[in-house]
């Protein structure tokens, strides 16, 4: 059964850095392409970046140039590097496979970036 639990959310100032990590069990993350996804209160869940098997990556026009998807096979990780964070940012952030391939969603680690 696959698990997928994010952590290292929290509450950042605008412009501050956090790295989200995603712990999966049941899954080799090197094995499939891995995407973070986001959800603000009110909004649908948008695709934040993805990683293919290949390592090649893609993001969301917002985050561009600000965030960087890793994947560490050695810790069956995928991790999500946020720098100059802006209030926008805040969200509920997700780990999964990208549609259709999707696994049953975790719990997600809250990103809240406030003064």
């Known amino acids: 059964q696959v698990r997928l639990v994010e952590s290292g959310g929290g509450l950042v100032q605008p412009g501050g850095s956090l790295r989200l990590s995603c712990a999966a069990s049941?899954?080799?993350?090197?094995?499939?392409?891995w995407a973070w996804y986001r959800q603000a209160p009110g909004k649908q869940r948008e695709l934040v970046a993805l990683?293919?098997?290949?390592?090649?990556?893609s993001y969301g026009e917002s985050v561009k140039g600000r965030f960087a998807i890793f994947r560490d096979n050695a810790k069956n990780t995928v991790d999500l590097q946020m720098n100059s964070l802006k209030s926008e940012d805040t969200a509920a952030y997700y780990c999964?496979?990208?549609?259709?391939?999707?696994?049953?969603w975790g719990q997600g680690t809250q990103v809240t970036v406030s003064s």
């Open positions: 049941g899954i080799d993350v090197s094995k499939n392409a």
């Open positions: 999964n496979a990208p549609f259709p391939l999707h696994r049953p």
């Open positions: 990683i293919t098997n290949f390592e090649s990556t």
